[in-house]
């Protein structure tokens, strides 16, 4: 069966421009998260606070949400690997986080310079520290169908990771197929098992659409009963420590399925494509959404 309502997180201003060769500017961050915020999107994920040596893209996220400070309508997620993000996060007014954990060992490393255990304390440490704040907490896991390094991805490997977020105290488990290998059986198999941990409301799924699945597992997982998904505007994105991988689903593509399918998403698909356009000029690249070209080429 499926859902009447998808609530979509906007990763663009985080997980898309965290890849892009041309970096935008705090201010040009702000302003694009103003125009998602105007086409109805709700929950949009606002930066990062990781080394700028590791991801300079992303610098600057302090400015991002000091600037936003007065949109408590939104909710502005922003990525913490540690308690020395989490600080800078607070201090810049973060009222909601998110962790990001891997359920592949190298991927661990070479994407936070740990392993799977050490990053486990480093977010016992964060969420005790943001559940006295009263910050929302949301997981991420990498490479749940898949990872870049080790292939195989265990479902069990991604269940347990989960059931540990959500102990420390995350409202919310994104599952993430950073290298977009997934297929809808495999999805749906995951988001199934995983919400016997969780519950299937604590569940978000978070596509890459590199092998061009993201969609067909957005279908599969929706008619288990997931109701929260993650994507970027243009289908921006990438991971820097996942080579090859593509972008993020598009949200327009997501929007334009939802309405086909009589499913509410709350946002205006025409904006988007509008947001889309003058992003991708300003990128100097076309965008990765076959809706946004598809509306672009009928306007110009
Ligand atoms: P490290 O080098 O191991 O950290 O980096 P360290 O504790 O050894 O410290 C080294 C230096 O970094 C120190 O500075 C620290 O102060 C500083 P120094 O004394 O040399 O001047 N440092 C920090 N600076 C700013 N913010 C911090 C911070 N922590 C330490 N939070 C670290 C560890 C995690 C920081 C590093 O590996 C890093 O920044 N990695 C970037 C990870 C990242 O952003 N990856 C992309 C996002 S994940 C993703 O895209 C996947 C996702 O979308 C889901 C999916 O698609 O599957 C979420
Ligand atoms: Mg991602």
Redesign the pocket.
């Known amino acids: 069966m499926r859902p009447d309502y998808i609530r979509i997180v906007e990763?663009g201003p985080r997980?898309g421009l965290?890849n892009e060769a041309q970096p935008l500017s705090p201010q040009e961050r702000v302003e694009l998260i103003q125009q998602l915020a105007a086409a109805g999107l709700k929950d949009i994920e606002a930066g990062?606070?990781?080394?700028?040596?590791?991801?300079p893209q992303?610098a600057g996220s302090d400015e991002v949400l000091e600037s936003l400070s007065g949109r408590v309508d939104l909710r502005l997620p922003v990525?913490?690997?540690?308690k020395?993000?989490y600080e800078?996060a607070r201090a810049a007014g973060a009222r909601e986080i998110?962790i990001?954990g891997a359920a592949s060992e190298t991927f661990s490393q070479r994407?936070?310079?740990?392993s799977i255990d050490e990053s486990l304390s480093r977010f016992a440490e964060v969420c005790a520290l943001a559940k006295d704040d009263g910050v929302v907490i949301r997981g991420?896991?990498?490479?749940?169908l898949g990872c870049p390094y080790e292939g195989k991805v265990e479902i069990a490997q991604v269940v347990s990771l989960a059931a540990k977020l959500i102990a420390m105290g995350c409202s919310e488990i994104?599952l993430?197929?950073?290298i977009g290998v997934g297929t809808p059986d495999k999805a749906r198999a995951l988001a199934k098992a995983c919400a016997s941990e969780t519950g299937i409301d604590s569940l978000s799924v978070?596509f890459?659409d590199t092998y061009g699945q993201a969609l067909a597992n957005i279908l599969a997982c929706i008619e288990i009963g997931v109701t929260t998904v993650d994507t970027a505007v243009g289908g921006l994105g990438g991971?820097?420590?996942a080579s090859g991988s593509a972008g993020?689903v598009a949200t327009e593509d997501v929007v334009y399925m939802m309405e086909g399918l009589g499913i509410d998403c709350a946002t205006d698909l025409d904006q988007l494509v509008t947001i889309t356009d003058s992003l991708s000029r300003r990128l100097g690249h076309p965008p990765a959404s076959r809706v946004a070209r598809a509306q672009l080429a009928k306007r110009h």
Request: one cysteine or more; proline letters at 8%.
């Open positions: 990763v997980d965290q990062s606070f990781v080394s700028p040596r590791w991801v992303m990525l913490v690997p540690n020395t993000g800078n998110a990001f994407n936070i310079n740990c991420y896991i990498s490479c749940v994104s993430g197929d950073t978070h890459h991971c820097p420590y993020n």
